[in-house]
């Protein structure tokens, strides 16, 4: 059980286009979705923490208007990149959670993004 | 404010043979969970074990163990019988309260390479 689903797997865009990820808990209701971003041999860096039916919580430095997420479904969250540019380009990998406490995160497989 | 540490960059071990990587944390909330994680170099996020602050015994998985001591504040993952399989980075989570929530705050992680 406890399966999260995340697609694309990987995505070529061209600067300027916005492009959309989706994160999907398969068989399990998520109350809590969590956006990470992932450079070359580093760590995990939170981006933002969507709860079901509200407004995402974005970290400090991270542009809201830029990385729009939307959890609308307990099933469901999407993260839109929008206008890219090759500095978005990255490993982005999302989680859910059951709950809002300390249950542990289940991952999607992670979207590879590149900006041409 | 919550802080994970984990100060091995990389890490070698003998097919068979058991490895300890180490993670200490710091956080002032007595509720709150640690996990460990494997991530390969096809990049998806595997759970691996959990132990709660209150759990009185160290968490097992199969060849995985969580050596927690609480009041040193560290919680290191044992891999007993290594396996080559087993290469890949690992990361230790603490999901602990900010903000009212329970967030999840990863560390650095450490590059295990399994030699035959």
Known sequence: GAVVSQHPSRVICKSGTSVKIECRSLDFQATTMFWYRQFPKQSLMLMATSNEGSKATYEQGVEKDKFLINHASLTLSTLTVTSAHPEDSSFYICSARRDRGKSPLHFGNGTRLTVT | ?116
């Open chain 2, 1 to 116: 404010a919550q802080k994970i540490t984990q100060t091995q960059p990389g890490m070698f071990v003998q097919e068979k043979e058991a490895v300890t990587l180490d993670c200490t944390y710091d956080t002032s909330d007595p509720s709150y969970g640690l996990f460990w994680y494997k991530q390969p170099s096809s990049g998806e996020m595997i759970f691996l074990i959990y132990q709660g602050s209150y759990d009185q015994q160290n968490a097992t998985e199969g060849r995985y163990s969580l050596n927690f001591q609480k009041a040193r504040k560290s919680a290191n993952l044992v891999i007993s019988a290594s396996q080559l399989g087993d290469s890949a980075m690992y990361f230790c989570a603490l999901n602990g309260v900010s903000g009212g929530s329970y967030i999840p705050t990863f560390g650095r992680g450490t590059s295990l390479i399994v030699h035959p």
